[in-house]
């Protein structure tokens, strides 16, 4: 079993639609990160969490560190947001980070 | 600053052959990270570095690997004798410090064909 598990792995999606990705873990970590992934390779840090909720334009990530989940939401999801969805974790002071595997995210128009 | 940088962005290369790639990170950042990404999968961790000491290693980091930060800036990461299985993206990021408060910035990878 991974440390790092996200669901689901692909989602579609019409404009409009609110969307949740989930993931889950099984290590203590120090922080959550939510990255982005466009074709191509190129990784954007969306957040970075260690408890509660964060904001930013149509995007919220939460976090519950006693049931080891956090989800991401997009509302009014776009054909834009059409990515890779990757959640990741991070162990103490090592710095490094455990990925999940992704959530493959496409926005029909 | 523009960020992370990696070059090359895309290598072909014949098996057997010995590839180098390079990552620049954020200038201020002393941590360096590499990870791996095979088609479909999420990123592994293959070694990080703390100014210029090389701190940890992955099971992944086979002795046909290597990777330096001489002066604490810039790194390189070598793989002697590519198998077809090296083929990947291959990421660096950059961070300041290891705390969790820090974040991390990627650079866009380097994607290495073995042919």
């Known amino acids: 079993k991974n440390e790092v598990e996200q669901s689901p792995q692909n989602l579609t999606a019409q404009e409009g639609e609110f969307i949740t990705i989930n993931c889950s873990y099984s290590?203590?970590?120090?922080?959550l990160h939510w990255l982005q992934q466009h074709p191509g390779g190129g990784i954007v840090s969306l957040f970075m969490?260690?408890?509660g909720k964060k904001k930013h334009g149509r995007l919220i990530a939460t976090i519950n560190i006693q049931e080891k989940h956090s989800s991401l939401h997009i509302t009014a999801s776009h054909p834009r947001d059409s990515a890779v969805y990757i959640c990741?974790?991070?162990?103490?002071?090592?710095?490094?980070?455990?990925f999940g595997k992704g959530t493959k995210l496409s926005v029909k128009p | 600053d523009t960020g992370v940088s990696q070059n090359p962005r895309h290598k072909i290369t014949k098996r057997g052959q010995n590839v180098t790639f390079r990552c620049d990170p954020i200038?201020?950042?002393?941590?360096l990270y590499w990870y791996r990404q095979t088609l479909g999968q999420g990123p592994e961790f293959l070694t990080y570095f703390q100014n210029e000491a090389q701190l940890e290693k992955s099971r992944l980091l086979s002795d046909r690997f290597s990777a330096e930060r001489p002066k604490g800036s810039f790194s390189t990461l070598e793989i002697q004798r590519t198998e077809q299985g090296d083929s990947a993206m291959y990421l660096c990021?950059?961070?300041?410090?290891?705390?969790?408060?820090?974040?991390?910035?990627f650079g866009s990878g380097t994607r290495l064909t073995v042919v």
């Open positions: 990741a974790v991070r162990r103490g002071s090592q710095g490094n980070l455990i």
């Open positions: 969490l260690s408890s």
């Open positions: 990021a950059s961070s300041l410090g290891g705390l969790s408060l820090y974040g991390y910035t």
């Open positions: 200038s201020e950042h002393n941590r």
């Open positions: 290590v203590g970590i120090s922080a």
